[in-house]
T-cell receptor, first 117, second 112 residues
Framework: AQKVTQAQTEISVVEKEDVTLDCVYE???????LFWYKQPPSGELVFLIR??????QNEISGRYSWNFQKSTSSFNFTITASQVVDSAVYFC??????????????FGTGTKLQVIP | DGGITQSPKYLFRKEGQNVTLSCEQN?????MYWYRQDPGQGLRLIYY???????QKGDIAEGYSVSREKKESFPLTVTSAQKNPTAFYLC???????????FGNGTRLTVT
């Protein structure tokens, strides 16, 4: 069984602060993908990043960075110098690839980030 | 621009009525999905289809039905058998095995 835990339900930060969103996952698959999605108030989920289980290199994209650590089964997301436009619900997701047939995507319950001006 | 279109954005129905939510994509994706989102519960998979004329139940298929007669379209019917139909419904598609999901804007269904 797969599981994704986002323990932080809601986070509030003041604009320009850095913030880290935590994601812990469980899977028996040795090959899997991890994802982060952003859901702004409009409702559509926007894909941010995909990571496969064989690539533990951290990634930086502008103000966004991701820290993938297999040893702790975590895939944390950091926003540097947060802006009001970052306010959204962020979802971490996992897709196992070992079971064959349909590989289910399991989503966490999401973290609501509010950036206060 | 390619994308996924869900309509309508807001839908209101009386209890006991069936209602169909539309999902159309012009991304030429084979796989399509329906998710339900409730506050504090993340996204739960209702149905998915990996190819035309084929679909499979997800984790919470009871009270729902789908069809996949065309590659571009994957409508979801919420039947009167669904006990708690009020929710936000998201349609998604995917191009390949390791590709991320692309989502529509969602339909918020309220049943009273």
């Amino acid at each position: 069984a797969q599981k994704v835990t986002q323990a932080q339900t809601e986070i509030s930060v003041v604009e320009k602060e850095d913030v880290t969103l935590d994601c812990v996952y469980e899977t028996r698959d040795t090959t899997y993908y991890l994802f982060w999605y952003k859901q702004p108030p409009s409702g559509e989920l926007v894909f941010l990043i995909r990571r496969n289980s064989f690539d533990e290199q951290n990634e930086i994209s502008g103000r966004y960075s991701w820290n993938f650590q297999k040893s702790t089964s975590s895939f944390n997301f950091t926003i540097t110098a947060s802006q009001v436009v970052d306010s959204a619900v962020y979802f971490c997701a996992l897709r196992g690839m070992n079971s064959g047939g349909y590989q289910k995507v399991t989503f966490g319950t999401g973290t609501k980030l509010q950036v206060i001006p | 621009d390619g994308g996924i279109t869900q309509s309508p954005k807001y839908l209101f129905r009386k209890e006991g009525q069936n209602v169909t939510l539309s999902c159309e994509q012009n991304l030429n994706h084979d796989a399509m999905y329906w998710y339900r989102q409730d506050p504090g519960q993340g996204l739960r998979l209702i149905y998915y289809s990996q190819i035309v004329n084929d679909f499979q139940k997800g984790d919470i298929a009871e009270g729902y039905s789908v069809s996949r007669e065309k590659k571009e379209s994957f409508p979801l019917t919420v039947t009167s058998a669904q006990k708690n139909p009020t929710a936000f419904y998201l349609c998604a598609s995917r191009s390949g095995e390791d590709s991320p999901l692309h989502f529509g804007n969602g339909t918020r269904l309220t049943v009273t």
